[in-house]
Structure formats: structure tokens, C-alpha cells
T-cell receptor
Framework: GQQLNQSPQSMFIQEGEDVSMNCTSS?????WLWYKQDPGEGPVLLIA?????ELTSNGRLTAQFGITRKDSFLNISASIPSDVGIYFC????????????FGRGTSLIVHP | NAGVMQNPRHLVRRRGQEARLRCSPM?????VYWYRQLPEEGLKFMVY????????ESGMPKERFSAEFPKEGPSILRIQQVVRGDSAAYFC?????????????FGPGTRLTVL
């Protein structure tokens, strides 16, 4: 099956720092999605990207759809303790796919 | 307005037993998707159902696993004769429209442990 390489696997940062994580694939995706999963909960969609080069923000979160359509980046500015969780990227293959292919996640821990 | 509900939240089974996982979609949603999450892995699609129909089961193991979404009541994911490798978190998501990716709302998951 399709593989998404998500990095880093985990991050330990101080409150107030900026965070950057990314996802790469050997395949082209039509859509990139970024989710956050809190401990013991299901994922929640944060940002959806639909066009190569697109840059979209949601509060302190900014995500970009790579120009090659094989990668995406998520940045979190001025992190706060409630940013703790696992962040997943996911991609949708061309051809009308509606089932996301998920990366393995980036675990974020924010120290107050 | 309740979100997607799943129960039980935690389920422990011995090898060879059956596991039944239930999912009640959000009000007004008639499309349900089941995913499996192994430890330190992303979610893997299993099956997509509408009321009384299985639309896409391409991610479902061929043996021991089955899913249904009856006209009345929750969607059920059934695992027969569980093995240790079935231990995982099972999430369901629901959407108001069919074949939707950006409107899939996830439940809190059922964590299955097979002893």
C-alpha cells in the first residue's frame, strides 16, 4: 500500500516555541489533510489542502501543500500546553479517492 | 448535539473469543467508516458502510472480520476468534454525505486488548 513518511516521530519543546513537521510520499496526492489526536480520543481534522503550493492557516497552525504534490508541512507557532497530542498527516490519491492514507504521526509534548 | 459514539471504550478478550464493537454515527449522518490503529501507527481504513449496505470493504481482512450497519441501531464491527494481533484501537467515523473525506468525524475509539 501507499506509504507516507512523517517526521519527526516525536518532539519535546518548551511552551512558546514554534514547531514544524512534515510528510513525504513517493506518490502524488490530490489532497493533504492534517489531523490532531488527543490522548484517548479520535483524530480531529485541522486543515485540508487542495492545490499544489496552497498555504492555509487555522489560528496558530499553518500548513502547506508541496509544489511537487508529494509533500506537506505543518507549522505551529507559539506552542501552548494544549497543543500536546499526536499530529497525523494524510493524503488522498488522485482518481476520486475518499479514504485518507495516514502517516504514522508526530507526537508533540510541550513543557510549560 | 452528540458526536460519534463508540462503545465499549475498552474491551478485553481472550484468544478465540468474539469482539463486538459498536458505533453510533452523528445525528443526520448515514455513512460510517471503520479504521484500525496499531500502536505508533496511523489509521488504516477497513470498511465503509451506508445503512444496510457495505460500500467498500477493501481494507477488511478476509477472514474473521465482518461489519454491518442495520436500518435501525448502531454499526457493528465483529471480530470472531480474536488473536493477539487484533489488539488495536478501532475508530469509526461518520459523514453526512457519501464518499466524504473532509467531513468524516471520528469517534473516541474502542481499545481492544487480546490476552
Amino acid at each position: 500500500g501507499q506509504q507516507l513518511n512523517q517526521s519527526p516521530q516525536s518532539m519535546f519543546i518548551q511552551e512558546g516555541e514554534d514547531v514544524s513537521m512534515n510528510c513525504t510520499s513517493s506518490s502524488i496526492f490530490n489532497t493533504w489533510l492534517w489531523y490532531k489526536q488527543d490522548p484517548g480520543e479520535g483524530p480531529v481534522l485541522l486543515i485540508a489542502l487542495y492545490k499544489a503550493g496552497e498555504l492555509t492557516s487555522n489560528g496558530r497552525l499553518t500548513a502547506q501543500f508541496g509544489i511537487t504534490r508529494k509533500d506537506s508541512f505543518l507549522n505551529i507557532s507559539a506552542s501552548i500546553p494544549s497543543d500536546v497530542g499526536i499530529y497525523f498527516c494524510a493524503g488522498l490519491l488522485p482518481g476520486g479517492s475518499y479514504i485518507p492514507t495516514f502517516g504514522r504521526g508526530t507526537s508533540l509534548i510541550v513543557h510549560p | 448535539n452528540a458526536g460519534v459514539m463508540q462503545n465499549p471504550r475498552h474491551l478485553v478478550r481472550r484468544r478465540g473469543q468474539e469482539a463486538r464493537l459498536r458505533c453510533s454515527p452523528m445525528k443526520g449522518h448515514s455513512h460510517v467508516y471503520w479504521y484500525r490503529q496499531l500502536p505508533e501507527e496511523g489509521l488504516k481504513f477497513m470498511v465503509y458502510l451506508q445503512k444496510e449496505n457495505i460500500i467498500d470493504e477493501s481494507g477488511m481482512p478476509k477472514e474473521r472480520f465482518s461489519a454491518e450497519f442495520p436500518k435501525e441501531g448502531p454499526s457493528i464491527l465483529r471480530i470472531q476468534q480474536v488473536v493477539r494481533g487484533d489488539s488495536a484501537a478501532y475508530f469509526c467515523a461518520s459523514s453526512p454525505q457519501g464518499q466524504s473525506y473532509n467531513e468524516q468525524f471520528f469517534g473516541p475509539g474502542t481499545r481492544l486488548t487480546v490476552l
